[in-house]
Structure formats: C-alpha cells, structure tokens
C-alpha cells in the first residue's frame, strides 16, 4: 500500500492519497512506514502541523530510523522563517505561491514523496525570486543526498554554513550528508548543534543515541537519550526500548531492565523488546522476575504469539515447565499452528510417539498439507513401516501444489525406498531431483593435472598465528564438522558459505586456472587472504578457514608464504560420500548432472588428497569419520587431537543420522558404474575395493 500512496502523490491525486493513507495508518497505528506514508499525504494536502504530528509519531514508533529523521527534516525545513526555526524548526507560513516560499515549500514536498525532478524544477523556480539565499543549498544538498551522492552534498551545505553558520537546517541536512558517507562523528556534532540552536528539536537525541551507539560509545548513547526519557510525554515505548538495548551493550543489565520494563508495559508484544528483556534477565540470573513480569504481560496480551514465545523461552525443552507453558498457550490461541508444533515437538522430546503423531494429525486438519506435521507421520512410517511411508509418500505427490512441494515428497519417497530396499528406485529419484536443479546450481571445479615440481617450502615461524584450512567433498559430512567447531572454537570462519563471503582467491574455483597461468602470483593469493582477515573480524590471522574448494594448485602458494598452515580433510569412503551427495546435498550446490559424471569429478578430486597424503606435499591430516559422524563425542574427540586443541565434551547426538558406514554396498548394482570408478581412489585413501 506504501507505494501506491506514493504513486498517487506523484500523479498529484492527493485527495486520494490521504484517503489510503489513513486508511493504512488506522489499520496499522504502530507502523512506523504508515504514519510517515500519511505525513507525506498531509503535507502535500496542506496540513503542516498535522503531517509534523505524524512524522513525529513515527519517530516515536521507530526512534533509530534515520529515514524518519531524515522525512522530519525535509518537513521543518519547508517551514523556512528564521525566526520559526530558531524557535521550533519553524512553523507552517501563509503560503503565497507568487512568493520564494512557495516555491521553497513545494520543492520540499517533491523531495518528500520522492521526485527529484519536480524538486529541482521547483529550486530553479525560487532561484529565480532569490538566487542567494542560504536555504537554495538545503534544498541542492538534499537532491544530491536523494541521489546518491552524499560528497556532493557535504561541499554544497559546507559552503553555505561558511555564509550562516547557525542555520539550524543546513546543519540538519549536513548531518544527513555526513551520515550517508559514514562519517558518524561528523554526522553527531552537527546533530548536537542543531539541538543546541533548536532546542524544541528532541526527537534529535534518539538519532544522536544511535550514532553514539554505532560507534561504539553505548553508554553515551545510553546518557543521550535523557532528555527524552525524562519527560513523560516523550518516553515512548520505543525510546523505552532503545534505551534499554544501549544499556545492554554498555553491559549494564539492571538498568536495561527498568527501561525494559517500561516499554513492555507499553507494548508487551514486541519482539525487539522481549528479545532485549529476555538477555536482561539472562544476564542478571533473573528467571523468576523474568517469569513473572510475563505471566503479568500474559495475563492481559493472551493472543501474543511472540510473548508466549518468549515465556517458552524461559523453560528448558522437555521439561514439565515447558510443557505447562504449552498448554496455556495452546489454551489460549486453540487454532495456532505454531503452538501445537511446539507441543508436537515438545511430545518428541519426552518419547511419546502417540502423543506427538496425534498432534501432527491436528495440525492437518488446521492447515492442511502443513510439512512440519507431514514430515513427522512420514518420520514415523518410515521406522516402522518403510513400505507404508512409500504407500503414503505416493498419494501425497498428486497433492503437491508446487515444484518445491513436489520435489519434497519425492525427496521422502527415495528416502522410503531406500528403507524399504529398493535402491534402484532411490537412485532413480535422486538423480532426477539433482538433474531438475542443475541449471541453478554451481558447476563444479575442473582439477588441475598431477604435477611433480613444487616450490620449496618457507622456513616456519614460532610465533605466527595457528592458520587451519578445512575442506571436504560433498558428501564428506564436513559441514557437521564445521557445524561442531563453531560452537567450540571462535576462530571457526564458516562466512564463505554465507551472504557476504570474503573477496579473496580461495572464494574462487577460477583461482585453479589463474595460478595455472601465471595470472594470480603465489603471493598475491597469500597477501589478499591476509588483507580479508580483518574484515573477518581476526586481526591476529589465527584462524580455521572453511574452504569452499581444494585443488594442489593452492599448494604453490601456500607451500613457499605458508608454510605452517594445516590443511584438515575431512574424509568417508567415496563410495558413502557419492551416496550421502546423492540423497542429502551438499553445503556448497554444486551441479550434479548424474551419479556416473559425479563419481568421475569426485575421483579427481579426491585423487588430488591421495596425492597430497601419500608425497606429504604439505602439514595435513585426514580426517576420517566413518564411524564417528554421528557421534559428537567421538569426532571433538578427533578434532582434538588433529588441530591439536583442548575442546569440551559435546552432545553425543549433533543431528539427523545419516547413512550407516558401508551402506553403499546396497547400491553396489544400482550404482555399479559410478562406484566403478571411485574404487580406485578409494583403495588409494585405504578403503578396501569391495
């Protein structure tokens, strides 16, 4: 709805506009996009004092929002009269559209719903009436800040303070520009002047707060939101909020709590505040107030999904407590989805099978085809009854509603197979669930050719920081590895299989070839690795890197320039890897076209690591965990004594089970060409043939 009421306030229906507007605002009163969406409609229809109402109250919704600061802004400064502003930021003025101010006023609401070619038409019209006034330049600074180009806009305001250096809004739409660029310090002293020159200005200090807060300085911020909290009319639930998340990270958790407090009485269902409580209370070792200040909130916010989340929160899994809590939730929403998942997994969790499938039955009659209830009944057929889990998988497939629907029941159905002992239906299903996704997925890395000629190895420094790289072939469980490690050691980097992976050559398969051919020099791939560590958040360089890749080529660099750096492979029979690919992916998606043409790729690849270990081309270890897999005891246990490290005593169980060691001998037939040419490499790595 937000962007129809801007499409409308651009073709000039503002009539129309306000009308959505307030629609939106009344349906959504604590929506913080609405209430600025309706002070752009009002503004635009005339009502200055109105749209400042509402602007402000989406200041108050959302107190750190610089967007909302930054529609404040361009509000006050249509409201030009110097003497207006110095006293408030200025108040609406008689307009007189033959006058400078109209004009002014006009190409502040283009700013506001976004047209900056209405503004700029609108600026050269006032220019025309006063080409020197100061505030021309509040206006070029803001339509080079709408567009992008935030430098631009520090010159421009900069000259002209130099002319009125107590122009509360220049100073303003400064602030803005030095934000935009990241300039926080900046960006905070001239939000300060502005509050020193405009001290009506309040809703300033919450922004203040934040750059405080986002340069690192939470108990400043925390003292910057005083003058705000102080007055009654102003402590809104959100400052309440915000204030208690800054006294949290200057790790000052009773103090948090009593802001908290008072923001949970103001909205006791918002999740930013109970997730803030929640850690309050974690830290002061309160459960019992944390209870009983939610049961409070309950008592009067029954219908809160998050509140009863966080009460859950508070309970150990299993335990009678959580259980109890259940109830009540499920007493008082009967309908919610979520809560009778919660009460089916909590039935998992104490064994009863009856209980937790009789609850999945009650969720498909609430939501019909819902997978988490699907998943369970199929979970329980396939232990007990392999051939009534494909029975069922079947008739659940004419029911798929889309492709992802159906590709998870077909997922299910090779798993039932499998069970069942059909392997040739399994294979047949997995082969074509991975041919389907192909065109999506990665394709893999072409090995480089065995060579025998490598550079010399560096000389060993004592005192340089402990560098392991970890790497696994799909199949190879190395995920679970990685999964465990980081729970245990902060020097565990799994951020190349995430959003935003670090930009250096071991992020790259096409590093292989530029190493190959001269492009990459050794030492630039070394030296841009370092270069990323400190965005990585390791400045010190000690690290456990989880590579997307292996190829020996790496070794012409890391041979000569790290010569101390472990490489830690983890390793299955490549006969289970190729089946564990098959039917449960990998963590990198690569492309697998059919079971043949994978087992070839994997081959090279592995015979790269057969390479390395038997010419001990590099310090390594082979990591095998065929047996300890799903044993998280057994495989910390492995890890160290292989980084070495001292790690603590994890969960015996760490995730789903996978196959058993050696299952791909079921497959032996149905995958007879595949493993065909895996055998030799895995006799190498010291699996037997057969």
């Given at each position: 709805m937000h962007e129809q009421i801007l499409d409308l306030l651009r073709s000039g229906e503002t009539d129309a506009?306000?009308?959505?507007?307030?629609?939106?605002?009344?349906?959504?009163?604590?929506?913080?996009?609405?209430?600025?969406?309706?002070?752009?409609?009002?503004?635009?229809?005339?009502?200055?004092?109105?749209?400042?109402?509402?602007?402000?109250?989406?200041?108050?919704?959302?107190?750190?929002?610089?967007?909302?600061?930054?529609?404040?802004?361009?509000?006050?400064?249509?409201?030009?009269?110097?003497?207006a502003a110095q006293a408030a930021l200025g108040r609406s003025i008689a307009l007189d559209p033959n006058q400078f101010d109209a004009y002014l006023i006009q190409a502040q609401l283009a700013l506001g719903r976004g047209d900056l070619d209405e503004a700029e038409r609108q600026r050269k019209l006032a220019a025309r009436v006063d080409d020197e006034h100061p505030h021309l330049a509040a206006i070029d600074g803001m339509l080079a800040l709408r567009r992008g180009d935030g430098e631009r806009a520090q010159v421009i305001l900069a000259t002209a303070l130099q002319r009125t250096p107590d122009d509360p809004q220049l100073?303003?739409?400064?602030?803005?520009?030095?934000?935009?660029?990241?300039?926080?310090?900046?960006?905070?002293?001239?939000?300060?002047?502005?509050?020193?020159?405009?001290?009506?200005?309040?809703?300033?200090?919450?922004?203040?707060?934040?750059?405080?807060?986002?340069?690192?300085?939470?108990?400043?911020?925390?003292?910057?939101?005083?003058?705000?909290?102080?007055?009654?009319?102003?402590?809104?639930?959100?400052?309440?909020?915000?204030?208690?998340?800054?006294?949290?990270?200057?790790?000052?958790?009773?103090?948090?709590?009593?802001h908290l407090r008072q923001a949970l009485a103001g909205k006791p269902d918002d999740p930013r505040v109970l997730r803030a409580a929640l850690e309050a209370w974690r830290r002061l070792g309160d459960a019992d107030d944390a209870r009983a200040t939610l049961d409070a909130a309950l008592a009067t916010t029954r219908e809160s999904r998050d509140l009863w989340q966080a009460r859950l929160a508070l309970e150990a899994p299993g335990s009678a407590g959580a259980g109890e809590v259940i109830e009540r939730w499920l007493?008082?929403?009967?309908?919610?989805?979520?809560?009778?998942?919660?009460?089916?997994?909590?039935?998992?969790?104490?064994?009863?099978?009856?209980?937790?499938?009789e609850t999945a039955a009650k969720i498909l009659e609430l939501e019909p085809g819902r997978y988490s209830a699907e998943l369970r009944l199929f979970q329980d057929l396939l232990e007990r009854d392999p051939a009534a889990a494909v029975a069922r998988c079947e008739s659940?497939?004419?029911?798929?509603?889309?492709?992802?629907?159906?590709?998870?029941?077909?997922?299910?159905?090779?798993?039932a197979h499998d069970r069942a002992g059909q392997p040739v239906q399994a294979v047949s299903l997995w082969q074509s669930l991975h041919a389907a996704q192909s065109g999506?997925?990665?394709?893999?890395?072409?090995?480089?050719?065995?060579?025998?000629?490598?550079?010399?190895?560096?000389?060993?420094?004592?005192?340089?920081?402990?560098?392991?790289?970890?790497?696994?072939?799909?199949?190879?469980?190395?995920?679970?590895?990685?999964?465990?490690?980081?729970?245990?050691?902060?020097?565990?980097?799994?951020?190349?299989?995430?959003?935003?992976?670090?930009?250096d050559p071991f992020q790259r398969f096409a590093a292989i070839g530029e190493l190959q051919d001269g492009t990459l020099a050794p030492e630039q791939l070394v030296s841009r690795w370092r270069e990323?560590?400190?965005?990585?958040?390791?400045?010190?360089?000690?690290?456990?890197?989880?590579?997307?890749?292996?190829?020996?080529?790496?070794?012409?660099?890391?041979?000569?320039?790290?010569?101390?750096?472990?490489?830690?492979?983890?390793?299955?029979?490549?006969?289970?890897?190729?089946?564990?690919?098959?039917?449960?992916?990998?963590?990198?998606?690569?492309?697998?076209?059919?079971?043949?043409?994978?087992?070839?790729?994997?081959?090279?690849?592995?015979?790269?690591?057969?390479?390395?270990?038997?010419?001990?081309?590099?310090?390594?270890?082979?990591?095998?965990?065929?047996?300890?897999?799903?044993?998280?005891?057994?495989?910390?246990?492995?890890?160290?004594?292989?980084?070495?490290?001292?790690?603590?005593?994890?969960?015996?169980?760490?995730?789903?089970?996978?196959?058993?060691?050696?299952?791909?001998?079921?497959?032996?037939?149905?995958?007879?060409?595949?493993f065909a040419l895996l055998a030799p490499v895995a006799v190498r790595l010291g699996y037997p043939a057969d």
């Open positions: 506009a306000l009308q959505q507007a307030r629609v939106a605002a009344s349906a959504t009163p604590d929506d913080a996009g609405a209430q600025r969406m309706l002070a752009l409609a009002l503004q635009q229809a005339g009502d200055d004092a109105a749209a400042r109402a509402a602007i402000e109250r989406a200041i108050e919704l959302a107190p750190d929002d610089p967007e909302a600061h930054f529609d404040l802004a361009a509000l006050l400064f249509a409201e030009r009269r110097q003497d100073l303003y739409a400064l602030g803005f520009a030095y934000l935009q660029l990241g300039h926080l310090a900046f960006a905070e002293q001239a939000f300060r002047k502005v509050i020193e020159r405009v001290p009506a200005a309040v809703n300033l200090h919450a922004l203040v707060a934040d750059l405080l807060r986002q340069q690192g300085r939470p108990a400043d911020a925390a003292e910057a939101m005083a003058p705000l909290l102080a007055d009654p009319a102003k402590a809104t639930p959100g400052l309440a909020r915000l204030a208690g998340e800054l006294e949290l990270e200057a790790n000052r958790p009773q103090a948090a709590i009593a007493s008082a929403m009967p309908v919610s989805v979520e809560a009778h998942e919660l009460r089916m997994a909590d039935r998992i969790l104490r064994n009863d099978v009856a209980g937790a499938n659940l497939l004419p029911q798929a509603q889309d492709t992802q629907s159906r590709a998870r029941i077909e997922a299910w159905l090779a798993l999506q997925r990665i394709a893999p890395w072409t090995a480089s050719a065995a060579r025998e000629n490598w550079p010399e190895p560096g000389t060993i420094d004592a005192q340089s920081p402990r560098t392991t790289l970890l790497w696994g072939a799909p199949g190879s469980g190395v995920e679970r590895v990685a999964g465990l490690l980081a729970g245990m050691l902060p020097a565990l980097r799994s951020d190349r299989f995430g959003p935003r992976p670090p930009k990323a560590l400190g965005e990585r958040g390791l400045p010190d360089g000690q690290i456990i890197d989880w590579l997307p890749y292996w190829d020996n080529l790496l070794l012409l660099a890391l041979r000569p320039h790290l010569p101390s750096t472990q490489l830690l492979v983890v390793l299955r029979d490549p006969r289970d890897m190729l089946l564990d690919w098959l039917a449960f992916g990998a963590p990198l998606p690569l492309a697998l076209t059919s079971a043949t043409e994978a087992a070839r790729w994997m081959s090279s690849v592995l015979a790269q690591v057969a390479d390395l270990h038997d010419a001990d081309l590099h310090p390594h270890h082979l990591l095998r965990v065929d047996e300890s897999l799903d044993d998280g005891i057994a495989l910390a246990r492995q890890l160290g004594e292989a980084l070495p490290a001292n790690l603590p005593i994890p969960p015996k169980e760490i995730g789903p089970a996978r196959f058993p060691t050696g299952h791909w001998r079921d497959y032996r037939d149905a995958l007879a060409d595949a």
